[in-house]
């Protein structure tokens, strides 16, 4: 039964050292961690402490944990302000080479926006910015995360998505992070049994292989709302219903899932342990 485990964890701090992770994670009942590869609100990159990056890649060995990255927030692989483009290569291409030295899963990162410029050429600049960066880095794998539809986004829907796949010409390391707030609040109505099977559609289109990782978090906001606000599981506008569906279909089963939940410790593992719960009951997937 071990190699059918399911792996869940959450998103975890390493404040004061990368092998942090661990404790943490420990600390929350995961058997999945995710964390910064640098300061999640900055550009700069930390000095790699290898030292550091050996303890937290060997814990996840011993731990047989799954262990994703997530870039931080101001990259914008599709920028058309040059500048912040530049910054976005820099910054992710450091997260990549990271990534591969702790045999990381992937390295999240949003789709990014098309700021002041048509979303055609957005699309063709994300697309063009991915393949360069996964042929300069051997062995890497990015994965884009869908955003809450703020701004003017490239892409909040799947098949939207699925442009920038293209663009990108379907590189084979390309993956799909899937956050279930984040595509509620992008409209996709996946508390109704119609816009699921809307959504399972478009993933069958895309490659539900191609999904690396889900990001389970509720919503504080209602359907459409394109705000960002995740909430504790069961406590939002999703549901634990909706959620314990989507995690039921079988060609995503293969995808390790992290909470990225607001509390502390002891409420993360409790939000772990409702998931844990969700996945383990009959539910028909729907
Ligand atoms: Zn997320």
Redesign the pocket.
Known sequence: MASTKRSIGCHVSVAGGLSRALAHGEERGCDAIQAFPSNPRGWAVPSPDLAEEELLAQGVVDRGWPLLLHSPYLVNIGAPDPVVHERSIINLGFSLERGVRLAARGV?VHTGSAKGESRDEAVARAGETVVDLLEAIPDSNILI?LTAGSGSLIAGTIDELADVFEAAEWHPRLGI?L?T??LFAAGVDITSETGRKKMRASLKEIGPERVKVI?V?DSLDGLGSRRDRHARIGQGEIGEEPLQKILAWPELKHAPLIL?TPGDAKENGEDIAIVRRLISSKSRAS
């Open positions: 999240v995360e992070c956050d707030c984040h990001h978090n990225e």
